[in-house]
């Protein structure tokens, strides 16, 4: 395998990025956020991609920040303040850059998600994994409350349950993390890849222009009362509407064809 800390491979219109420094379960390092925060740029702005596949390589799909990186900050004169502030700051943009992808986006798991690893799969759309992976935000075991994976989890699960597994730094399963709607997908070891790019394919075959406005009016309703809420969403379908392809689908749907999108 490539000794780049972070691989992109493109086909059908599905981007993968595989987290590649599997010796440190694909810590956070810096110097992997600088590559994910790169690549992510690149994929705004990359029209040829319908969706995004977020994977890593070895035994597990990420453990989190860098802890030796950490404590080595620590030698700092400021006890390495400025290196923390500046890290959990560029960690938040990679994960809210993440989130704001046009494209949906997939945190295909296995192993485990830890911490910061736990918070990048919650800020993809949707996860798939397979049985015998673990979930955890366990920063308390080691006297460290996960308080920015913290953003990413209770958006994604109900904030009871999530502050059970902040407080208690408790692992949950697969089985448990689908039944809580952490998961979209729970699938064998052996079926993962293919599952995972079934569901992909899927999401690539639909209209783009029309996925790319319904992901972020569906991301900007969340925060807002359901009167205002229904004002974006109602904006959002007279957008879509007038999509040239979108009456080209209605059509088409109507006289029983498929749509021939341009």
């Known amino acids: 395998m490539s000794n780049e800390i972070l691989l992109r491979q493109d086909a059908g219109g599905i981007a993968t990025l595989t987290l590649n420094a599997p010796a440190s379960f694909n810590a956070l390092s810096t110097a992997m956020l600088v590559a994910l925060q790169g690549e992510i740029a690149r994929l705004h702005n990359d029209t040829s991609v319908r969706v995004v596949v977020l994977k890593g390589a070895g035994k597990a799909f990420c453990a989190g920040h860098d802890l030796r990186e950490m404590q080595a900050a620590r030698a700092a004169p400021d006890q390495g303040q400025a290196a923390f502030t500046a890290l959990f700051a560029q960690c938040a943009e990679v994960m809210q850059a993440l989130q704001t992808l046009p494209q949906p986006t997939i945190a295909q798991v296995h192993g485990v998600a830890t911490a910061a690893g736990?918070?990048?799969?919650?800020?993809?759309?949707?996860?798939?994994?397979?049985?015998?992976?673990?979930?955890?935000?366990?920063?308390?075991?080691?006297?460290?409350?996960?308080?920015?994976?913290?953003?990413?989890?209770?958006?994604?699960?109900?904030?009871?349950?999530?502050?059970?597994?902040?407080?208690?730094?408790?692992?949950?399963?697969?089985?448990?993390?689908?039944?809580?709607?952490?998961?979209?997908?729970?699938?064998?070891?052996?079926?993962?890849?293919?599952?995972?790019?079934?569901?992909?394919?899927?999401?690539?075959?639909?209209?783009?222009?029309?996925?790319?406005?319904?992901?972020?009016?569906?991301?900007?309703?969340?925060?807002?009362?359901?009167?205002?809420?229904?004002?974006?969403?109602?904006?959002?379908m007279v957008e879509n509407i007038l999509l040239p392809d979108t009456d080209e689908g209605i059509s088409a749907f109507l006289e029983k064809r498929k749509p021939n999108w341009a």
């Not at 935000?137 to 994604?156: D, E, Q, Y």
């Not at 690539?204 to 309703?221: N, W």
């Open 118 to 236: 736990c918070q990048l799969a919650a800020s993809c759309d949707m996860i798939t994994a397979p049985t015998g992976t673990r979930f955890g935000v366990n920063g308390i075991n080691i006297g460290l409350f996960c308080s920015t994976p913290m953003v990413a989890l209770t958006r994604k699960i109900p904030p009871a349950v999530a502050f059970e597994m902040l407080a208690t730094g408790a692992f949950i399963d697969a089985t448990r993390a689908y039944e809580i709607g952490l998961i979209n997908r729970l699938t064998t070891p052996e079926s993962l890849e293919a599952d995972t790019q079934s569901l992909a394919e899927t999401l690539a075959a639909k209209l783009p222009a029309a996925m790319q406005l319904g992901k972020a009016a569906f991301r900007d309703t969340q925060t807002l009362d359901t009167a205002e809420a229904y004002a974006r969403a109602s904006a959002t």
